[in-house]
Each structure stands twice: as structure tokens, then as C-alpha cells.
């Protein structure tokens, strides 16, 4: 078992400009190595989002990575380019609220020739995502400006593709902490989020410990009737 600390960073932009269409936008920067030594990853994500109605919505997407020199690309970044598609839907339960998605992602991240050098071309992958959150308010107004909430968050991700032979189970990464709400369109989440991954070994296995810093905005830019 391998153990790993880290620090991820996040901004989350869903803005609705009809009835009907959106535009969603995300990025990320995670450490590594004692929290905050070394770069792990950046990700950039571009979306266009059609709402079947206020609470379901599609997400078609690009996202780039960019995977900083790590194990077996020890002096090297690896970029990855990924296309996927997402179902969104979020529920009521009196105050509390939820929040599930279901993500395929297609994955072509360039081939690698040794430490020092990438390789020509890309390999292709599959996965799938699953997420659950559950929003907790702890005030009696429930989720309203200048709150808190407490949120759990567990999402489990499933390699598809026939490459990925010892681990179908990608990873599952587990979040609790607390959300301020800002006000009405963003809050910011911070917490502790715990990531199990079953390496391309099968074998082997690595469990990091994450501080999880999010900002979320859901702008609404639709004329007010």
C-alpha cells in the first residue's frame, strides 16, 4: 500500500444562459508529497450543458490534463485529453439536499517511452463515474446565505476498457467537510477526502489523505419574467 498527502484545489462554474442551455467550466491543482511539496495534476474542464428541467441536466465536455512528472515519468508532464459525457440530476428532502451525476469518460493519454521521454501517440481508455453528495444544512433557515452545511460526498470510478485488466476498479474517493454558503449562486466546500486506488498492478494499492478546498458558482443569466 502506498501513502500519499495532498492538497486539491478547485473552481466549479454551471451557468445557465436559457431555458434549455448552459455552459459549464471547471479547473483543478492538486499536490503532492506532505500536502504541498510537489505538483500532482492540473485539469481544465469546457462544457455545454442541455437542462431536460431545472433538476436534470446534460453535460457534454473536453477536459485536459496534464499529469506532472511522477512514477515512470520521473522527469517528464503527461497530457491527457478527455471527452465525456454526464447526467446530472439533484433532489429535495425537505432542507436536505442531494446531488448524483453518472460520467463516461473517454480518455487518450499520451504513450510513454521512459523517464525522460514521451512516446509518439496515445493510449485509449474508458471509465465511468458515479457520484453521490448530500448537503446537510445547520442552520434553521437551511441552505441560505451566510451558512453552513455539512456535506458528504462518495464517487466511485470503473475502468471499461479492455487494457485495464487488474483493476476495473479504478479508484473511490470518499469527502466529508463543511460547505459556507456565500449566498444564493456559491459556496465553498473545504474538507477531508480520502482516495482509494487500485494501481494497473492489480496488486497494488494507494490511499491518500486529501485537504479539499472548492469553490462552486451556479450563475443564471436568463431574462427575469
Keep these: 500500500m502506498q501513502d500519499e498527502e495532498q492538497l486539491w484545489l478547485g473552481y466549479f462554474n454551471q451557468t445557465r444562459l436559457t431555458d434549455k442551455w448552459g455552459i459549464w467550466f471547471d ?4 499536490t503532492t508529497e506532505h500536502f504541498i511539496k510537489e505538483p ?16 436534470l441536466k446534460f453535460t457534454n465536455a473536453y477536459n485536459f490534463v496534464n499529469h506532472f512528472p ?10 491527457e485529453h478527455r471527452i465525456w459525457h454526464q447526467l446530472q440530476l439533484h433532489t429535495k428532502y425537505g432542507k436536505v439536499r442531494t446531488m448524483q451525476w453518472i460520467r463516461l469518460e473517454e480518455r487518450f493519454r499520451r504513450k510513454i517511452k521512459n523517464d525522460n521521454e ?9 471509465r465511468i463515474r ?12 437551511g441552505i441560505a446565505p451566510k451558512t453552513f452545511s455539512a456535506i458528504l460526498n462518495d464517487e466511485i470510478m470503473i475502468n471499461l476498457s479492455k487494457n485495464n485488466v487488474y483493476n476495473v476498479l479504478d479508484q473511490n474517493r470518499f469527502f466529508v467537510g ?16 480520502n482516495v482509494y486506488q ?28
Design 40 to 55: 500532482s495534476k492540473f485539469l481544465g474542464r469546457l462544457g455545454v450543458m442541455y437542462y431536460i428541467n431545472d433538476d
Design 27 to 30: 479547473t483543478h491543482f492538486r
Design 178 to 193: 463543511l460547505s459556507y454558503n456565500i449566498d444564493s449562486h456559491s459556496n465553498f466546500q473545504f474538507g477531508y477526502m
Design 198 to 225: 487500485q494501481l494497473a498492478a492489480g496488486n497494488k494499492f494507494r490511499n491518500t489523505n486529501s485537504i479539499r478546498l472548492f469553490y462552486f458558482q451556479n450563475l443564471d443569466f436568463r431574462k427575469k419574467k
Design 70 to 79: 511522477e512514477e515512470g515519468h520521473a522527469n517528464v508532464s503527461q497530457p
Design 118 to 126: 514521451l512516446a509518439d501517440g496515445y493510449r485509449f481508455d474508458e
Design 130 to 141: 458515479a457520484n453521490m453528495l448530500i448537503n446537510i444544512p445547520l442552520s434553521k433557515k
